[in-house]
């Protein structure tokens, strides 16, 4: 079964410095990887998406993420933090197959950006 | 990208009661599914809703507690039957496209007393 691990429930970055958040996945397929973001009393919005064509995936809001097959990670990252970046980030994963459709979701990382 | 909205947004009901949790999409699709959010947690799949077929529930949700119906492509409805503080949480819908694509609608919020 497919698992989906985010490291650190919170991460608190100085607005302007990198924003590096940890996502590691188990699975027996090369799965398919998404970040979302849920801002306060949202539902959640689609980052970026891994599904193995580019190793190096980038998405809205300057946001990027790195597929590394050998690290089983899949981490989202932004050069420069800014204050609108403060939400809470949720890594999910979809193994395919008969599992189509059916996203694991790590257990979510609250980004908050100081001044 | 699809536009998926839900009704209601957020309700506050009476624990042994039921409610029902629509959801509309902007565009025919044909898997659609159904998230629950607990209060500071992450979201747990209940189940997936293809038209034309019974709903498929993921291990610890049963149909007699989120009876789903799925009438046609754009249109969805989750029950939460018999409620308890427990059901207390965010409960979303999402829909996914050709491309591995999953979008969310924005959520009811649910508050059991």
């Known amino acids: 079964a497919q698992s989906v691990t985010q490291l650190g429930s919170h991460v608190s970055v100085s607005e302007g410095a990198l924003v590096l958040l940890r996502c590691n996945y188990s699975?027996?397929?090369?799965?398919?990887l998404f970040w979302y973001v849920q801002y306060p009393n949202q539902g959640l919005q689609l980052l970026l998406k891994?599904?193995?064509?580019?190793?190096l995936v980038k998405g809205i809001n300057g946001f990027e993420a790195e597929f590394k097959k050998s690290e089983t990670s899949f981490h989202l990252t932004k050069p420069s933090a800014h204050m609108s970046d403060a939400a809470e980030y949720f890594c999910?994963?979809?193994?395919?197959?008969?599992?189509?459709?059916?996203?694991?979701f790590g257990q979510g990382t609250i980004l908050t950006v100081h001044p | 990208s699809a536009v998926i909205s839900q009704k209601p947004s957020r309700d506050i009901c009476q624990r042994g009661t039921s409610l029902t949790i629509q959801c509309q999409v902007d565009?025919?699709?044909?898997?659609m599914f159904w998230y629950r959010q607990q209060p500071g947690q992450s979201l747990t799949l209940i189940a997936t809703?293809?038209?034309?077929?019974?709903?498929?529930?993921e291990s610890g949700f049963v149909i007699d507690k989120f009876p789903i119906s799925r009438p046609n492509l754009t249109f969805s409805t989750l029950t939460v039957s018999n409620m308890s503080p427990e059901d207390s949480s965010i409960y979303l819908c999402?829909?996914?496209?050709?491309?591995?694509?999953?979008?969310f609608g924005p959520g009811t919020r649910l508050t059991v007393t």
């Open positions: 999910a994963g979809n193994a395919g197959g008969t599992s189509y459709g059916k996203l694991t």
């Open positions: 809703a293809n038209q034309g077929s019974e709903a498929t529930y």
């Open positions: 891994y599904t193995s064509a580019a190793t």
């Open positions: 999402s829909v996914q496209d050709g491309t591995y694509e999953q979008y």
């Open positions: 699975s027996s397929v090369p799965p398919y």
């Open positions: 565009s025919q699709v044909t898997m």
